[in-house]
């Protein structure tokens, strides 16, 4: 099964479904630092384009005849670190929903933050799925939940052309882990620290964390414990100059990319890349569902294939 991951960034959701066993052949991303991440990290070709223009892009993809695109439109105008207000990058999920039907692949798998689904485009982007003939699996997934040791949640659309709605629902569910992933789960006790400080949006919100629950989301921040961070209630340790402070490669592994994964750029950009990516592992978890969905639908067609045969 071949796929074609759209507004790729660095790679997490290509690499979760390589992972899984899809044969992602290529990867299209404006953000040039992200392009040259990517590059550094696979084979098939990433490119640097605007998908704006969703006609001509379109016939870019066309060429790779994609079974499956996948892809997250960027979230800054969905997000809780944003606005809160829809612009001109919202209009690009309408863009992967053009994309995906005037190609129509088999499948498709969009990404975003879990308020996006709540928003204008979405609801543009969805009845442009539902037109072109699919159904829709819509689901807010828990990372804790999935295998990554971190409860960023993330809303995924899931579609199959000819299916019904909600078709993928219960075996999302069912996959899911009854237990959030720890770090300490993930890690052992490799880390070699207790507690560690992850810069909160605001000061009303804790930032001090434990091994011992799943980590929280990964932003595209990361700054060392300030003077005006006093503490909060839920801190599970005091504020002390001794604090672990998360490094880049640590939160690069939170998001579960592998110690071989090769991070280029500044350290702004590779940050920023690190908060912007999908968790591998729940990319991965997402396309073991696909595939679970495609050998379902195949043993459907092989039960139908010898009954038509017995009848003749």
Known sequence: MKAVDLFA??????????????DVVAAFESWSAAVKCYQANFEHPVLQTDLSDSTAAAREIARFAPDVIIGGPPCQDFSQAGKRHEAERADLTESFSQIVSALKPRYFVMENVDQARRSRAYAKARGNFISAGYGLTEIVLNASLCGAPQKRKRFICFGALGRSEGFAKELFESKQSRKPTTLRDYFGDSLGFQFYYRHPRNYNRRGVFSIDEPAPTMRGVNR?????????PKDPCPVSKNLHVLTTQERAWIQTFPPSFKWVGAKTDVEQMIGNAVPVALGKFVAEVLLAIEAEGEKTNNIQSARHTDKK
Not at 9 to 22: H, P, Y
């Open 9 to 22: 960034g660095c790679g997490g959701l290509s690499l979760g479904f390589q992972q899984a066993g899809i």
């Open 224 to 232: 060392p414990v300030p003077k005006g961070y006093l503490g909060h």
